[in-house]
């Protein structure tokens, strides 16, 4: 795929998922901006097209109505803040869209909605329905109720989850920054970079870990759910909120060209949203039979267990170094897999350790 290709992609998407981040949506002191947010929607409807909005700001348009200065630190005043806030942006979105005539849904989604298979297949089913009948989506994470356990972590790696769900044909992220720099935007020298091939155009490149305050991403996050969407087939522009109109034309902004092929919704978050708990340690036939071969994992490969799962959870498989090489949902749980290690299935009538189907490489 060729610069222009990636970037006409952007421009000409049939469906395209749009994440606008806290930043770029709310005053200095946390409350909803009504101008900003009214710029992003006018920019949206003149676009046109199926649209699906992933946008923060609800914990952010909480703060002003609880009295709190700051986003909060603890988890429940997070929840309570978001409880709030979500229906203060949605009525935002609402009165915005309806001037030009759209109206919007809002889907309100944590992990086990794109983890479980029931759960996913609901969550697409709604987000394609709502676009038949021509309404815009409104997604954000379910903060009011998602737990450290079950979140996504940011909307960035929910947006590109998001556009992996409705088979989107490219995938906008909008921030306060115009793009991905070769080092501090703030600092003299610091260059665009306006196109991103694969992981080789990001050596070298120093990634801010910090958002704003009122946000929980950053340009990692951004990056990082950038390779997500692109490793399912989906290409990604980057750009600032306000130059949103020339990021729809794919004009502007870094352009994340896509690296792979799109793949399961429950494989994608197995990849890139999962949180292993728990190491598989396999020898080195075990590493070649499944990185290479693309086989099951047998117990026969594996020589060490580490942490505490049950049947179902994701783990983390390593080599003989320890370094990881694919990630996976296991069949078995910590306490079952010590007797076995080292069993030929054939002699113990065992199941694979790790199904192939179930199975990510790194």
């Known amino acids: 795929m060729t610069a222009a290709t990636a970037r006409d992609a952007v421009r000409t998407a049939t469906r395209l998922v749009v994440k606008v981040g806290s930043s770029s949506l709310t005053t200095a002191e946390g409350g909803l901006d009504p101008e900003r947010l ?3 929607v006018d920019a949206l409807a003149a676009r046109g097209g199926e649209l699906v909005l992933v946008s923060s700001g609800a914990i952010a348009a909480g703060l002003s109505p609880l ?9 429940a005043t997070q929840q309570a803040a978001a409880s709030v806030g979500q229906s203060l ?3 935002q979105y609402a009165g915005a869209f309806g001037r ?10 944590t992990a086990d909605d794109v983890v479980r298979r029931s759960h996913y297949r609901n969550a697409q089913t709604t987000l394609e329905r709502l676009l038949q009948l021509g309404v815009v989506p409104v997604v954000n994470e379910n903060d009011a109720v ?5 979140r996504f972590g940011d909307n960035d790696r929910l947006a590109a989850l998001v556009a992996h769900l409705v088979r989107a044909d490219a995938l906008v992220l909008l921030s306060d920054v115009d793009g991905l720099y070769d080092g501090d935007p703030r600092r003299p020298g610091a260059a665009l970079v306006q196109e991103v091939r694969g992981p080789q155009d990001l050596v070298g490149i120093e990634v801010g870990g910090s958002g704003s305050g009122l946000g929980s991403g950053g340009m990692t996050s951004k990056v990082g759910a950038a390779q997500v969407a692109t490793s399912a087939g989906v290409p990604v522009l980057l750009s600032s909120a306000p130059r949103a109109s020339a990021a729809f034309r794919g004009e502007g902004g870094t352009c994340f060209w896509p690296t792979g092929v799109r793949r399961s919704a429950r494989l994608l978050w197995l990849a890139h949203a999962s949180t292993p708990l728990g190491r598989l340690v396999l020898d080195a036939g075990a590493v070649v039979a499944v990185c290479e071969r693309r086989l099951s994992l047998l117990p026969a490969g594996v020589t060490a267990v580490e942490g505490e799962f049950a049947a179902g959870d994701p783990v983390e498989l390593v080599g003989p170094d320890a370094q990881p090489v694919a990630r996976g949902l296991v069949a078995y749980g910590a306490g079952e897999l010590p007797a076995l290690l080292g069993r030929s299935t054939r002699e113990l009538g065992l199941r694979e350790v790790v199904h192939r189907d179930d199975l990510v490489l790194l």
């Open 38 to 40: 009214g710029a992003l």
């Open 67 to 75: 009295g709190l200065r700051r986003r909060p630190r603890d988890l």
């Open 89 to 91: 942006l949605v009525q």
């Open 100 to 109: 030009h005539g759209r109206t919007v849904g809002q889907v309100l989604l």
């Open 146 to 150: 998602a737990t450290d356990e079950i």
